[in-house]
């Protein structure tokens, strides 16, 4: 039993050091700093210790998502906050275990963050940048979704972190900020990225 344990400990462990760079990687486009990427690959492999490992399907996709939330959660602190400038990268959506207080402020964060979104990118731009940045889509899907090349996604992608830096603020229409708000809510809590998915190319295609 004792031997049966520790191979799957042993094996839980190689799987999650076979994806290390990945996560490494997801972190540090999100947060910019080697540091706060190396912080959150530490906290996916505590969390990764505590997990009922049994359950988990696919590993990798498992550590992704993990490695996600965390990274948008660091991304809303208080900390990083004062740190860099807020550049529309978006913030987990808390549990609903979470303390009320700490729902409402990060609930804020998600708002503001994605209202940076809509006052400083276009909607191809907006697109590309959620659903990589945040939900870690391979540019192939990216391009497929918005009818685009490869190259066109990753161009996008560059183009709107250069935006997000600048300080240029454009017309919000509150329908418009719910409606975005609601979908990336709704993807954060349940996985399902579908609905966001189309929302952001609806508002490409009525762009055109």
Do not use: C
Not at 3 to 13: G, I, K, P, Q, R
């Amino acid at each position: 039993m004792h031997t049966s344990n520790a191979t799957a400990t042993l094996e839980d462990a190689a799987a999650f050091q076979n994806v290390r760079p990945r996560l490494f990687g997801i972190a540090y486009r999100m947060l910019g700093r080697v540091a706060d990427a190396e912080d959150v690959v530490q906290d996916v492999w505590v969390r990764w210790q505590s997990t009922d490992r049994a359950g988990v399907r696919d590993r990798a996709a498992f550590l992704v998502k993990v490695t996600t939330r965390v990274a948008l959660n660091l991304v809303g602190s208080a900390r990083l906050r004062r740190e860099v400038p807020v550049d529309g990268r978006l913030p987990e959506q808390a549990s609903t275990a979470d303390d009320p207080m700490m729902v409402a402020e990060r609930s804020e964060d998600v708002a503001h963050a994605v209202r940076l979104l809509l006052e400083r990118l276009s909607p191809k731009e907006r697109a590309v940048f959620v659903l990589r940045e945040a939900f870690d889509y391979p540019f192939r899907e990216i391009a497929e979704a918005l009818a685009i090349s490869d190259a066109g996604a990753r161009q996008l992608a560059r183009r709107a972190r250069a935006h997000l830096a600048e300080q240029r603020h454009g017309p919000v229409l509150p329908a418009e900020l719910d409606r975005l708000l609601t979908a990336f809510l709704d993807a954060a809590q349940v996985g399902e990225v579908a609905d966001l998915e189309r929302v952001l190319v609806d508002d490409v295609v009525v762009s055109r």
